[in-house]
């Protein structure tokens, strides 16, 4: 069950920024896309709302960059309720410390790799 | 009489936006929704998996999104990742396999200009506008938190 949850709310996070892309006049890039939906995941998180989601429908949220956004907020917020505000500047990228260094190792490796197409 | 600039300017636009082809809806959200949800299908799976091994939920969070990393900067520079795009659309796009991807694809573009300003920046072309909006709301929620909890 919890994979066809996860199908279905992946999915509509897509569809969203689809239509974003396809029906706003402006022009929505990647960029765009990806910058406001992680300012949204932060903004949702802070309201309480973002977890809810997660619970109910797993890697359907955390696997979109909403997810990432949430991610940053707890633990900024979690940084705050352990070191006061000092937190405030370390506990969101400790959070999100994986993703990043993942990203930047295995984006380089494969930058230097791999030619592109064309 | 030519008009002011404003006037023509906003008269070539209503021109531009009648003649453009309309994207195909239907298409491009059934796509996204497709692909999309099958990128998060695949986390689901590898996040049971590592639940499985023993790890924590937050550990077990964080080693699914490094593999989905690690496999979308692979497809990318395979060329495969691009190929999926035209189908999946803004479903490659969301997933944190489309943040790895806009990382690898500028990166590998431009490495003829060296490893310093070629990949190290080209890098961070879009992951770099991510975070600078990333940590700023989430130190601004934190801010909030500090002083109004």
């Known amino acids: 069950m919890i994979f066809l949850k996860a199908f279905i709310v992946g999915g509509l996070f897509c569809v969203v920024a689809q239509l974003l892309i396809d029906l706003t006049?402006?022009?929505?890039?990647?960029?765009?896309?990806?910058?406001?939906?992680?300012?949204?995941?932060?903004?949702?998180s802070a309201f309480g709302l973002y977890q809810p989601l997660i619970d109910w429908a797993g890697a359907g949220a955390t696997v979109p960059i909403t997810g990432f956004g949430h991610l940053l907020a707890q633990g900024a917020i979690q940084g705050v309720e352990q070191k006061g505000i000092l937190g405030a500047f370390s506990g969101g990228v400790a959070a999100v410390a994986t993703g990043i260094t993942a990203a930047v190792i295995f984006g380089y490796l494969a930058a230097i790799f791999f030619k592109p197409k064309g | 009489m030519t008009q002011p600039l404003e006037i023509r300017?906003?008269?070539?636009?209503?021109?531009?936006?009648?003649?453009?082809p309309r994207p195909p809806l239907v298409r491009n959200t059934l796509g996204a929704f497709i692909f999309g949800g099958l990128i998060a299908l695949i986390g689901q799976f590898l996040l049971n998996f590592f639940q499985g091994q023993g790890l924590s939920v937050n550990d077990a969070g964080a080693a699914t999104s490094t593999t989905l990393v690690f496999l979308a900067s692979l497809l990318t520079g395979l060329g495969i990742y691009d190929e999926i795009a035209k189908y999946g659309?803004?479903?490659?796009?969301?997933p944190i396999t489309g943040f790895a991807n806009s990382m690898v694809s500028p990166a590998m573009e431009y490495r003829a200009e060296g490893l310093v300003l070629g990949v190290g920046a080209r890098l961070f072309t879009i992951a770099g506008p991510v975070l600078v909006f990333g940590i700023f709301s989430a130190w601004l929620v934190a801010l909030l938190y500090y002083f109004f909890r």
């Open chain 2, 89 to 94: 659309g803004a479903g490659t796009i969301v």
């Open chain 2, 9 to 20: 300017k906003k008269q070539y636009k209503k021109l531009v936006d009648e003649i453009k």
């Open chain 1, 25 to 44: 006049t402006h022009k929505v890039t990647p960029a765009h896309i990806l910058v406001g939906y992680v300012v949204g995941g932060v903004v949702l």
